[in-house]
């Protein structure tokens, strides 16, 4: 077996890490089946089945099994034990302690094993690769078959209520935003994987929809619950970056590569820092519009003015520095500055038309109250707007030629993504349908997204845009891509299921003293497990 290159420590360190976990998890099975073979050993027996029934109550009556598989006890005294007895118990292979966490060292094992996959895929030879190949044909037959396949089993009209009027109005709901998430991923990864260069600015638009989202959805959260609590935003890195750090460990590659996920982070800080500020003033009016007005300040400040950029960013260079093997010569923040600046201001739009939403919503109430005739002329006109909106941007906009129309993306995004909201929700009837399959996968975009750049497609070097395809059928494309997509759509799935599995394990919704304990002692393990890394790597040389 061939690999791209050396061990790193990052690599070395998962693997200290990770086989410990999967050797217990494979000894806590095979206890948890003994003790089901013993159990139904002694159904069949002649023993008292009430006795048995009391004894088994009184062996579970101190612990509750979460769903994420860690014990949580009810007696205080355990509660407040130290979290070095449970790494104690980890390395002394306590049966209990296994029983009582198989679920979980379960799903880091799973965890693990889906990464190797990544691994095998992207850094070694044992699969095979294929070039990229682009037919209009093709790529919209498959498209609009998967349109259609999605219509004729997925439709689902809903009947929620709105939060803000208790009716369904249903005016951008979660249904018709996990759907609108879907339909732009597919086009997103088929654009990839058959390098689709021609629908590149469409391609733009809908990055800036995901982050105009990113600035909707998390303006709305903390508006009306207003819930800056510190679980609240631990859960919250969590789902952006559980994924996308382990990738970055096993393969060898930098943040910056998967872009999609510091541009969220960046702008769910932001969104979280304009509304956690001075947060019990967020219902006054003037409030909101001064920290809307200093969300555009800051933007203005960082990356329109010449050098500001680089002065706020060198120090996280780090983190965000990236050098494409194949463009060695930019500089390492220029990913950074390019993929933040395209969408720097769309994310403020989305939080403007989330605190307007309740409003909206209340007057599309009324709207639908009034008689026929004016019903129909408001929402012609609007539809009228929408459509010569649409067209004049699509005119002069879009067809530009790829770098042209990047100068104009960040100031005119708004203007595709409105002109959808509008006609999406022209209709109650509009409204309040989605096709599901489209909204199953929107809910694993950022898996699907991760995800494809390595058990999809394929780059074979660190930090390398994955300019070819994973080949498991060689000469046979579509057969190929069959099976690829299909593997590759089962990992997603498993993926999104097992961040928030780990999530709900090691991050409590409720216990701040608990989440700081896990997080110190995380960063202890990591620490030593880097340490121990490094000297194994070093070790030879001191050898010779």
């Known amino acids: 077996m061939v690999t791209s290159g050396p061990l790193t420590p990052g690599q070395v360190s998962f693997l200290l890490g990770i086989v410990p976990v999967i050797v217990a998890w494979i000894y806590s099975e095979f206890l948890e089946y003994k003790k089901n073979s013993f159990s139904s050993k002694v159904r069949h027996s002649d ?7 009391n004894h088994t109550v009184k062996e579970d009556d101190g612990a509750v099994l979460l769903e994420g598989g860690v014990l949580q006890s009810s007696s205080p005294k355990l509660r407040s034990s130290s979290v070095t007895s ?58 609009f078959l998967l349109i259609i396949v999605a219509a004729m089993t997925s439709f689902k009209i809903h009947h929620d209520k709105s939060p803000f009027s208790g009716k369904s109005i249903l005016y951008l709901n979660r249904h018709q935003t996990e759907e609108w998430k879907g339909w732009m ?15 590149y600015n ?50 060898n590659n930098n943040y910056t590569l998967y872009y999609i996920c510091p541009m969220h982070t960046l702008f769910t800080l932001m969104v979280y820092g304009a509304l956690g500020i001075l947060n019990k003033y967020n219902e006054i009016g003037s409030v909101m519009a001064v920290k809307i007005l200093g969300c555009f300040f800051v933007v203005i400040l960082v990356w329109e003015i010449p050098g500001v950029f680089d002065l706020v960013w060198s120090p996280f260079t780090f983190l965000l520095g990236y050098n494409d093997p194949a463009k060695p010569n930019f500089p390492r923040l220029h990913e950074w500055h390019f993929r933040s600046g395209l969408d720097r201001y769309i994310w403020i739009i989305g939080m403007i038309y989330a605190y307007y939403h309740p409003t909206v919503e209340r007057w599309m109430e009324k709207l639908e109250e009034t008689e026929v005739k004016r019903r129909v ?143 110190v002692v995380a960063t202890a393990i990591s620490t030593v497990l880097y340490s121990l890394s490094f000297l194994f790597l070093k070790m030879p040389r001191f050898l010779v």
């Open 185 to 199: 991923q597919v086009l997103f990864l088929m654009y990839h994987y058959f390098a689709a260069t021609e629908i």
């Open 86 to 143: 449970y790494i104690v118990r980890f390395f002394m292979m306590d049966e209990s302690f296994l029983i009582e966490n198989r679920l979980t060292l379960r799903a880091i094992s799973e965890f693990g094993f889906l990464l190797g996959y990544f691994y095998l895929c992207d850094r070694t030879n044992l699969l095979g690769e294929s070039k990229k190949s682009y037919n209009r044909d093709l790529f919209l037959f498959l498209y």
């Open 47 to 53: 023993v008292n089945l009430v006795e048995l029934g």
């Open 202 to 251: 469409a391609i733009r638009v809908f990055i800036a929809a995901y982050v105009w989202m990113t600035g909707f959805g998390n303006f709305s959260y903390y508006y009306i619950r207003k819930d800056f609590s510190l679980p609240r935003f631990a859960q919250m890195m969590w789902r952006l970056n559980f994924l996308v750090l382990f990738c970055c460990i096993v393969l």
């Open 377 to 519: 002329s408001v929402k012609t006109g609007v539809v009228i707007i929408s459509l010569v909106m649409g067209y004049l941007w699509f005119e002069y906009i879009y067809k530009l030629d790829k770098v042209t129309y990047n100068k104009y993306h960040p100031y005119t995004s708004w203007i595709p993504i409105t002109v959808y909201i509008c006609l999406r929700n022209v209709s109650q009837s509009l409204r309040s349908y989605s096709l599901t399959l489209f909204a199953w996968l929107g809910k694993i975009t950022l898996e699907t997204y991760i995800s494809q750049i390595h058990i999809w497609l394929r780059s074979g070097v660190p930090d390398g845009q994955p300019k070819l395809l994973l080949s498991l059928i060689p000469g046979y494309p579509m057969l190929n891509f069959m099976l690829t997509t299909s593997i590759y759509v089962v990992i997603s799935y498993r993926l999104f299921e097992l961040t928030g599995t780990l999530k709900t394990a090691f991050v409590p919704s409720k216990d701040n003293k608990r989440l700081i304990y896990n997080v």
